[in-house]
Nanobody, 122 residues
């Protein structure tokens, strides 16, 4: 089993930056492709970014140029650096893990964290 714990969310103003972290632990704490998704109130959970073990990344068009995903394999931690935040980025951000290469569908990810709230005020 794999446990994912997100941190770093909070309330910020438009234009600010935040860095989310997700630490994986458990028997197979590492060795996965890691992804970030977000879910705004009343909306579906959407792909944000993902990174595989080799460091290759895929980033959603909605955040490309503002958000960067990275990972530290030694500590089993994945990061989401978010710059230039806007109120439209307000959502619960979820960390997820999967075997194999990067995919962007929610159902492709096997393990999920509990989420961390990001609120951006105008």
């Amino acid at each position: 089993q794999v446990q994912l714990v997100e941190s770093g969310g909070g309330l910020v103003q438009a234009g600010d930056s935040l860095r989310l972290s997700c630490k994986s632990s458990g028997r197979y704490g590492g060795g996965f492709t890691m992804g970030w998704f977000r879910q705004a109130p009343g909306k579906e959970r959407l792909f944000v970014a993902a990174i595989n073990l080799s460091g290759s990344t895929t980033v959603a068009d909605a955040v490309k140029g503002r958000f960067t995903i990275s990972r530290d394999n030694a500590s089993n931690t994945v990061y989401l650096q978010m710059n230039g935040l806007t109120p439209e980025d307000t959502a619960v951000y979820y960390c997820a893990a999967k075997n194999g290469n990067i995919l962007i569908r929610r159902n492709d990810y096997r393990f999920w964290g509990q989420g961390t709230q990001v609120t951006v005020s105008s």
